[in-house]
């Protein structure tokens, strides 16, 4: 059961255009949701949060959208950069819950800035 | 302030064997998370322990365990190992409660 998930494998942008990396969750329970990007041989780096309180948070480049009744949300590169090619993880959680302190990760999106 | 660390980087062990992965967590951080990232599967949660305890469990067989230590350092152990254990093992530490984790570098196992 995928309770979070990223339908598109890959994406491919043009550099100084916008990337759109999207994410759909099936939890009503999530209530903050991550951002991570991931290069080769590295563990993922934190990118961006979202609280379920907001609809939207911008930090820099990177703005992460969250549609709570479509159970979707979005990360938005502006201008994307060569640099920005990696894998992007979707991550969700249940805060103030017992759960604890855990993440729920999509299976990523690879994307690739072409110069 | 030094990252999380992961010790070994690179490990190979055959079926049937038992392996046990360790975890240093950011200065300070007290919740240490366990993850097994395989192709396709994205990452997938194993663990989380905080204050010596585990507080949350993933959908991982019982060979699957793992430790905290009173410093907040963290090993995980895989005993009997299959081939299809052969994964990207990553840790990941908070200072408490739900939110930003700070991955590891990851242990690469390969089964063989």
């Known amino acids: 059961d995928q309770q979070v998930k990223q339908n598109s494998p890959s994406l491919s942008v043009q550099e100084g255009r916008i990337s759109i990396l999207n994410c759909d969750y099936t939890n009503s329970m999530f209530d903050y949701f991550l951002w991570y990007k991931k290069y080769p041989a590295e563990g993922p780096t934190f990118l961006i949060s979202i609280s379920s309180i907001k609809d939207k948070n911008e930090d820099g480049r990177f703005t992460v959208f969250l549609n709570k009744s479509a159970k979707h949300l979005s990360l938005h590169i502006v201008p994307s950069q060569p640099g920005d090619s990696a894998v992007y993880f979707c991550?969700?959680?249940?805060?103030?819950?017992?759960?604890?302190?855990?993440?729920?990760f999509g299976t990523g999106t690879r994307l690739a800035v072409r110069p | 302030k030094a990252g999380v660390t992961q010790t070994p980087r690179y490990l190979i062990k055959t079926r049937g064997q038992q392996v046990t992965l360790s975890c240093s967590p950011i200065s300070g951080h007290r919740s240490v998370s366990w993850y097994q990232q395989t192709p396709g599967q994205g990452l997938q949660f194993l663990f989380e322990?905080?204050?010596?305890?585990?507080?949350n469990k993933g959908n991982f067989p019982g060979r699957f365990s793992g430790r905290q230590f009173s410093n907040s350092r963290s090993e995980m152990n895989v005993s009997t190992l299959e081939l299809g254990d052969s994964a990207l093992y990553l840790c990941?530490?908070?200072?408490?409660?739900?939110?930003?984790?700070?991955f590891g570098p990851g242990t690469r196992l390969t089964v063989l």
């Open positions: 322990y905080f204050s010596e305890t585990q507080r």
């Open positions: 990941a530490s908070s200072l408490d409660g739900p939110g930003e984790q700070f």
């Open positions: 991550a969700a959680s249940a805060r103030g819950k017992s759960s604890g302190d855990k993440l729920t």
